[in-house]
T-cell receptor, first 114, second 113 residues
Framework: GENVEQHPSTLSVQEGDSAVIKCTYS??????FPWYKQELGKGPQLIID?????GEKKDQRIAVTLNKTAKHFSLHITETQPEDSAVYFC?????????????FGKGTHLIIQP | SQTIHQWPATLVQPVGSPLSLECTVE??????LYWYRQAAGRGLQLLFY??????ISSEVPQNLSASRPQDRQFILSSKKLLLSDSGFYLC????????????FGPGTRLTVL
């Protein structure tokens, strides 16, 4: 089955700096890679996703890059703000591979220092 | 638009008591439904998923069970809670076809004493 590794487990950056979170996956059949943001005491919320037919996707201050050859993908947050502080999860899936769906990384606690 | 509800939001139960957590989805039909547990720390553990009424797949053998009595209702149950059942329980839904994007509910914080 799929295995997703996520690094780092904790990331502290100064407000205004950039943050990068990296994930690797094991199943070459995986073709869908979402990122979720979880604030304290709340459910995870989808913030961006990418499919294997593109290498990069941007949405304002966040972007995701995908390297299918190396089987890794990354979340980039620029101009970080205090409200970016949260736990971020990456995930991978083989679309159409079954209803059990996503395999999640263990999460990264992003701390934005004022 | 679609919305997902979970209740209760918080629950404190004694060891050995029963459990029933409910999840309902509005605004879509025939969704895939999921139950996850998030224990101390951050990982998401898939417990059960369902592709239709009465159809339940278990990912982890344990003290819990799930049922789907209606198309947009998913219930997580236990006959006798253990201390190790404490955690944050999340329900999620996904469209039946074309995407694996999962949308999560607000969660239930369960504390077993």
């Amino acid at each position: 089955g799929e295995n997703v590794e996520q690094h780092p487990s904790t990331l502290s950056v100064q407000e205004g700096d950039s943050a990068v979170i990296k994930c690797t996956y094991s199943d070459s059949a995986s073709n869908y890679f979402p990122w979720y943001k979880q604030e304290l005491g709340k459910g995870p919320q989808l913030i961006i996703d990418i499919r294997s037919n593109v290498g990069e996707k941007k949405d304002q201050r966040i972007a995701v890059t995908l390297n299918k050859t190396a089987k890794h993908f990354s979340l980039h947050i620029t101009e970080t703000q205090p409200e970016d502080s949260a736990v971020y999860f990456c995930a991978a899936s083989d679309l159409g591979g079954g209803a059990d769906g996503l395999t999640f990384g263990k999460g990264t606690h992003l701390i934005i220092q004022p | 638009s679609q919305t997902i509800h979970q209740w209760p939001a918080t629950l404190v139960q004694p060891v050995g008591s029963p459990l029933s957590l409910e999840c309902t989805v509005e605004g879509t039909s025939n969704p895939n439904l999921y139950w996850y547990r998030q224990a101390a720390g951050r990982g998401l553990q898939l417990l059960f998923y369902s592709v239709g009424i009465g159809q339940i797949s278990s990912e982890v053998p344990q003290n819990l069970s799930a049922s789907r009595p209606q198309d947009r209702q998913f219930i997580l149950s236990s006959k006798k809670l253990l201390l190790s059942d404490s955690g944050f329980y999340l329900c999620a839904w996904a469209y039946r076809v074309s995407t694996d994007t999962q949308y999560f509910g607000p969660g239930t914080r369960l504390t077993v004493l």
